[in-house]
């Protein structure tokens, strides 16, 4: 059995699968890794020669994709001969929330992690071992390996030459430090049933990762781990913005109640930032998952629990859009409000389940119109998330008389959004809005003129001075 890896084949060139692969191929240059993608639009952006237009944005990927693309890191779409010259195949494709049929609105929909099982069980060839590193319900190792043995019964002529293992490895990187959570890892999780197969695996990690820090478990536990982790942290910001609100409601201030809870070693003092409410693909899903499979064994007091760390997030969310409202007298229609920030943290272009479209669609809902910036995300994105077109251009004469109905624009400065506006929102904390010029602002917005900072990162006293009105998330000083 050949347990040697020369070759591997990463199936989804995402969030994870890219970022994930550059840095195999950068510390393991004898080793050829194909990234394979059915997104030809997405395969194009990775080959791409001017690396801004990468299709991710994450510090320092560029420089990595630079020096190891068309060395030993390949972007294409040929996905047969990358299975088949593999000795070792990751899969690494999005598993979204199911939207109908059993277990809509909460289990994954494993369509994608079927097609490739599918896939390689057709194209592969001898021994190939095939790592899960998207995250996964439970058991989901199992129904890989299934489908990978019956297709072999459809293809006799094979079913000498082809085997497999499979191995969960699920992947802890978050964004906008991606790279520095894989080159310097807290962990690596290796789950699987064949220690020749975890040594051959742990062995592409050793080259940069020391081996104490590689954690050998079962299968399911370590599926089990990645699920548990996200909603373990998670639940940390749902915890600590229900505290906002009630700092909010009696005078405390969760920034000092979060240092003073944080400096307690038992609670550590990481992941305890308020915020608009937690967003990225994995929290929301994977928790949903969570809750899924407890219901599904039997459990619903487990499901409940779990489940009301969710419904705490988007109470949160509404909450935001709903003192913005209040604070500006009761109506916001056809009033202007800058929203600063789209991105569901900084340092990433991902906007997926950010808290912005939920409170960006509240506020549109109401009637206001809102002028977004975000150094990264385009407005493209922003309408895909907000399901809207942007409004017309004002400053075509045509357009001049329209009345908004609420809707929004979008501006690459961030100082044009504050013209003529009632209110800023800042909703993503990307390092450029901590030391905005808050009295340049405040010339150019229509008075009273609030500033609500759900991120923490605007300095209060430089707002106040500049006469204009303040409120942070959880300050209730
Ligand atoms: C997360 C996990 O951290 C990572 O291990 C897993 O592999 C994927 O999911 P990611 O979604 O990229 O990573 O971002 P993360 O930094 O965890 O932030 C998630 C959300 O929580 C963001 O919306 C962020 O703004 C919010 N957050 C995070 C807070 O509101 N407060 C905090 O203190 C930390
Ligand atoms: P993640 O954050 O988990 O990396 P992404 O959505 O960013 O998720 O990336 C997943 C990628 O997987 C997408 O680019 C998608 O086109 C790709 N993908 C999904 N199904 C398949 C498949 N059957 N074969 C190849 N690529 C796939």
Redesign the pocket.
Known sequence: MNYEIHEICCIGAGYVGGPTMAIIADKCPNIKVNVVDINTNRINAWNSNDLSKLPIFEPGLDEIVKRTRSRNLFFSSDMESAIKNADMIFISVNTPTKTKGIGAGQASDLKYVEACARQVALHSLNHTIVVEKSTLPVRTAEVIKNILESEQIWQKENIEKKTFDVLSNP??????SAINDLENPDRVLIGGQNDNAIEALSKIYRNWVPDHKILRTNIWSSELAKLT??AF??Q??SS?NSIAALCEATGADVREVARAIGTDSRIGS??????P???????KKDILNLVYLSRHFGLPEVANFWESVVSLNTWHQHRISKLVIMKLFGTISEKKISILGFA??AN?NDTRE??AIQICKDLIEEGAELIIHDPKVSPDQIAIDLGLAPLPDKNISSNKNLKSNGGWRFTKDKYSSFIGSDACLILT?WASYSDIDWIKASKIMRKPAWIFDARSIADKKKICDANLLFWRLGDGS
Do not use: Q
């Not at 990481?270 to 915020?275: A, H, I, N, P, W």
């Not at 409410?277 to 929290?283: A, K, R």
């Open positions: 992947e802890f990187l978050a964004e906008g982790a996200n942290l998670a940390r910001i600590i990481r992941f305890l930032d308020s915020g409410g937690f967003g990225g693909s994995c929290f569901f943290k990433t950010s808290a904390e």
